[in-house]
């Protein structure tokens, strides 16, 4: 159905009527979350079930000639081993709903290998066993005779002539001519406008730059883990912490060849995801294991094996050319962007191309895209997945632009900057965004005008992401007490039950706290996209609030009954039916209690459900400011103050939009200065484990100012826009900006580690 | 007539031309004339890519309403962390 | 390999269970006695998902043999609120909407409350680096930070 409804009359996009919407009330799921009872991915049991594990290849890239399995199965305790012989093959075909769009074929070959391993890490069996230590013997007396193959895991050595081919049947996409020979480059993609040779010859200066990051990690707290239960009749259960139950169901149904109806999969409390829990791994070898032993199969990564085959985000080789006049008109950018795949296709490349320069108004540019295969993990998505990589280079390019003319680097942004009604650079009419408000508020701050130490230097920078929408379904349920239940599909990463809740009793008129709002299984509720996309708040939130206006619509059908007057003589107002009806006027109005609680004899249970495609999902744009201290003797470099402000359309509950904000930051400030794949010489990542792989911890960090603008989006009832993806974009390179305003020295080669420093310094001062 | 301004990445499929009108009121019938105009880009924007309508855009949206003086531009599904 | 037998004290209450040699007190909680606040996020004492305090002392369980908690006293998450009353520190994480997807905050709670009990006025770089060994990746810590300081002036006037 449409996404769009006639309104009854409550006051939307008028704050001045909103009572639960912009205030901060306790989360409802807080409580148990405290207290250690919220279930977990590896929370949860089930009676007779077995230990599954996974054995992973020890080679970047082998063929795999063949796997002998006997003595495994003979194992006293071992219930079953699987390979990749005992899933089907499958054809080629593309998932639908990402820039990252997922062949099934390829995930599948991803959960577990086939004829080759492709990366250190990669699954080659999976076992079922007792114990956790019967498990483990079983693995190791799996006999896997590999053909080892030479390896590629940096991206420009992966694109060059006589490179390794990961895929010997793949050619590249998207170049004029149709290749002749196979290629690691799956795709290029082009974005381009105007005259680029007339632009760069119109341009008084012209800056120019190579730069690079590293693949990183989402680093979510939580490792993956599933329970999968395969009964004898073929009906799976499957409970798993991932951002989408439905998509672990739709995926498991096609890795597993069964039908939808036949697998149920129940979310659990998920642990953080920021992307990386949008594709399955575990869950279609747990429910094989189980097909295989005829038990409920649990199994839980470890740490390294999240590090070596989940996520990362790519790591990328960039070079931006920018020509501006004196003014500091822009008047031609070429950027080009090489992005890691890992080891198969579907780098966020065309995403990272679409925003690269999504913030400017340019007469012509050109933006060239390479997704590239590597002998890496394959990249899973990672907040505002490819926006940060190619953020870095550009913004990079801004500030030496901002350098070399002396212009203030805001006031520069603010010269070349998008407004409404501007065509942005991949294609769409800018419309209903804030971005000049989102400068305009970090030029207010105190921040801006405060004085820096020596060693200090101040960068700051910008960011774009699109936000989406997408099918979701909800349901407002009514009590007979007059409290209500909001029933979604979304797993809550963040906070989202309590922006469902506040949005249902803002819509209702009644107290959020006669609200609560659930996660429901894949049988419980109707379809959902996964929470990822930024969309949940945005789409599901819209989900809720016509679920409460169906309700709503209902209770006055009630109140008419009750009073026996037309339904065009009652109003909702403040959680209660009004009579209009001037032959009625000593009515007292009826309060949603009052109408619930004679539901039966008025017709029945009172819900209302909801489901639909949200369209119209406005952008997000962030502007961030980073103070740092460089420290000459070691290099460190240290965050001394940040300022984070977004435009967020309308912040429903502001706490977890600040939260979001400052989690966002933080993430992108372990890229800028920490947060690596160190890769040895045989391809195996030297750095699996929160040890080592350095994500940002309380001592590195000061406080996160997220400073909220809000312009609304017509397209939402209180005019959200998403929040969660655009604050990971700017710190890349608010971070190596105010590096570079403190060192004098532009690094261009994530991340910003001591020794980098040092060797910078060095070099400085002799 | 609808504009539909087509990226580098679509113009395989139009012989190089960037700019046109079609006739159609929804995006079903903007896919269809596409497709029977250009066959395969009909099937390819349906499949692989959103679309935005002066723009806004939509994803999967066969039912979203096209204006007579609207302009239309593909690009790819946007998805998301 | 047969097992041992564990004696101790869990939240002041008295428990016995039974023990692999090698079996971390992480999953003697988890897997032995169903108390599964306390998460393995590293399983090799890098996150603080597990923490724990063992006779007055913070600890990450994963890196405690479970046989090593015979006859020492034991808190966990599952003991920190006193009754269906939230301690101060697990009151003002709500407040201050110091958690997001939460996998972190039984660490973080144990840990707080173990500088808490050793420091009952912390600075906020005190904090900071007290609370250095706990990964949060929602959040940035500022909320963190902010719902501890509160909770410790909150404290502190309980006491006066």
């Not at chain 1, 998403?722 to 080669?749: F, S």
Request: glycine share 10%; with cysteine; aromatic share 6%.
């Amino acid at each position: 159905m449409s996404d769009v409804l006639d309104r009854p009359d409550i006051g939307h996009n008028a704050d001045d009527h909103l009572k639960v919407v912009g205030t901060r009330p306790i989360r409802p799921d807080g409580a148990d979350k405290v207290t250690g009872r919220a279930a977990y991915g590896a929370d949860f049991n089930m009676p007779g079930q077995l230990v599954g594990k996974v054995l992973r290849s020890p080679h970047a890239h082998a063929r795999i000639v063949s796997i002998d399995a006997k003595k495994a199965r003979a194992l006293p305790g071992v219930k079953a081993v699987i390979t990749g012989a005992d899933f089907p093959n499958l054809a080629d075909e593309f998932h639908e709903g990402g820039e990252a769009a997922s062949n099934l074929r390829d995930m599948a070959m991803n959960v577990i290998a086939r004829d080759k391993a492709l990366y250190h890490g990669h699954a080659v069996a999976a076992v079922a066993a007792i114990s956790s230590a019967i498990a483990d013997e079983a693995l190791a007396l799996i006999n896997v005779t590999y053909e080892v193959l030479p390896h590629v895991v940096e991206v420009e050595d992966a694109m060059a002539e006589g490179a390794p081919l990961l895929h010997p049947r793949m050619f590249t996409e998207g170049l004029e001519a149709k290749p002749d020979k196979p290629s690691n480059v799956a795709k290029r993609n082009r974005i381009a406008r105007g005259d680029l040779d007339a632009g760069f010859a119109a341009a008084d200066v012209i800056v120019e730059g190579r730069y690079t990051t590293k693949a990183t990690h989402q680093g979510y707290i939580e490792p993956h883990a599933t329970v999968a239960s395969w009964a004898a009749d073929g009906q799976c259960n499957v409970w798993s912490s991932s951002q989408g139950q439905f998509m672990v169901r739709t995926y498991c149904a096609k890795v597993l060849g069964k039908e939808i109806s036949d697998i149920r999969v129940t979310p659990a409390e998920i642990g953080g995801g920021f992307g990386g829990k949008t594709v399955i791994y575990l869950e279609p070898l747990a429910l094989a294991l189980s097909r295989e032993s005829g038990h409920p199969v649990k199994m839980i990564m470890s740490r390294e094996e999240v590090f070596r085959a989940t996520g990362p985000t790519s790591g990328a080789v960039m070079h931006v050319r920018l020509g501006a006049k004196k003014d500091g008109t822009l008047t031609a950018a070429d950027v080009e962007l090489k992005y890691q795949a890992g080891a198969f296709p579907g780098s966020p490349v065309g995403a990272g191309s679409m925003t690269a320069l999504a913030c400017y108004d340019i007469p012509a540019f050109r933006i060239t895209g390479y997704d590239v295969v590597t002998n890496t993990p394959k990249v899973a998505a990672y907040r505002a997945p490819g926006a940060p990589i190619s953020a870095f280079a550009v913004e990079s390019a801004m500030d030496d632009l901002a350098l070399k003319l002396g212009i203030d680097p805001i006031a520069l942004r603010e010269k070349n900057a998008v407004h409404n009604g501007t065509k942005a650079a991949y294609g769409p009419t800018f419309q209903n965004i804030g971005y000049v408000e989102t400068l305009q508020a970090i030029r207010d701050t105190e921040h801006y005008r405060t004085p820096l130490g020596p060693n200090q230097g101040r960068g700051m920078a910008v960011g774009f992401w699109f936000n989406v929408g997408g099918e979701s379904t909800a349901a407002v349920n009514i009590n007979e007490d007059g409290t209500a239940v909001v029933v979604t599909g979304n797993p809550d990463i963040g906070g989202s039950r309590a922006s469902m809740a506040m949005m249902a009793a803002e819509t209702l008129g009644i107290a959020v706290d006669k609200v609560r709002p659930m996660v429901a299984d894949t049988a419980s509720i109707g379809f959902s996209m996964l929470t990822g996309g930024s969309r949940t708040t945005f789409a599901t939130g819209m989900a809720v609030v016509q679920s409460a206006e169906k309700v709503i619509a209902e209770l006055k059908r009630r109140a008419a009954l009750i009073w026996d007057v037309n339904v065009d003589h009652v109003m909702w107002k403040d959680g209660s039916a009004w009579c209009l009806d001037p032959a009625k006027a000593d009515e007292k109005p009826l309060s949603l209690e009052a109408i619930a609680g004679q539901s039966a004899r008025t017709g029945g249970p009172i819900t209302g459900q909801t489901s639909l495609n949200a369209q119209g999902a406005g952008p997000g744009f962030a502007v961030h400011l980073c103070d740092v201290e460089i420290d000459p003797e070691t290099g460190h470099v240290t965050v001394l103050r940040y300022s984070a402000a977004q435009d967020v359309g309308k912040a429903i509950h502001p706490a977890y939009v600040e939260g979001q904000i400052q989690g966002g930051v933080a993430q992108g400030v372990g890229w800028a200065l920490n947060e690596e794949y160190i890769f040895d010489r045989d391809g195996h990542m030297e750095n699996a484990g929160f040890l080592d792989y350095r994500v940002p911890v309380a001592s590195d960090l000061p406080m996160i100012d997220a400073i909220l603008v809000e312009v609304a989006n017509p397209r939402h009832p209180f005019g959200a826009k998403g929040v969660g993806e655009a604050p990971i974009v700017p710190p890349l390179a608010a971070v190596a900006n105010a590096v570079r305003r403190a060192t004098g020295v532009r690094m261009a080669d994530l991340p910003l580690s001591p020794p980098k420093i040092r060797a910078v310094l060095d070099a400085k001062g002799g | 007539m609808v504009r539909v301004v087509a990226s580098a990445d679509l113009r395989r499929f139009t012989g190089g031309l960037e700019a046109f009108d079609v006739e159609a009121d929804t995006v079903r019938r903007l896919v269809k004339a596409l497709e029977a105009r250009f066959p395969g880009l009909g099937d390819y924007v349906d499949r692989r890519m959103a679309i935005a309508i002066d723009g806004e855009i939509h994803q999967d949206a066969w039912t979203s309403p096209l204006r007579p003086d609207s302009e239309v531009y593909f690009i790819p599904k946007i998805g998301g962390g | 390999m047969s097992k041992t037998h564990v004696s101790t004290t869990i939240n002041g209450d008295p428990v016995e269970f039974l023990a692999d040699p090698g079996m971390t007190l992480l999953d003697a909680l988890r897997d032995e006695l169903e108390l599964t606040g306390s998460k393995e996020g590293c399983g090799s004492g890098d996150c603080g998902a597990c923490s724990v305090i063992l006779d007055g002392r913070l600890v990450c369980s994963c890196l405690v043999l479970a046989p090593e908690a015979e006859g020492r006293r034991v808190e966990t998450i599952e003991g920190l609120a006193n009754g269906s009353r939230l301690h101060p520190l697990q009151q003002k994480f709500l407040e201050h909407a110091a958690l997001q997807c939460g996998f972190c905050t039984p660490g973080l709670l144990m840990a707080s409350k173990a500088l808490l009990d050793a420091n009952p006025d912390p600075t906020e770089t005190e904090v900071r680096y007290w609370l250095a060994g706990n990964l949060c990746r929602c959040t940035g810590y500022d909320k963190i930070i902010r719902a501890v300081m509160d909770a410790a002036a909150e404290l502190r006037q309980e006491r006066v």
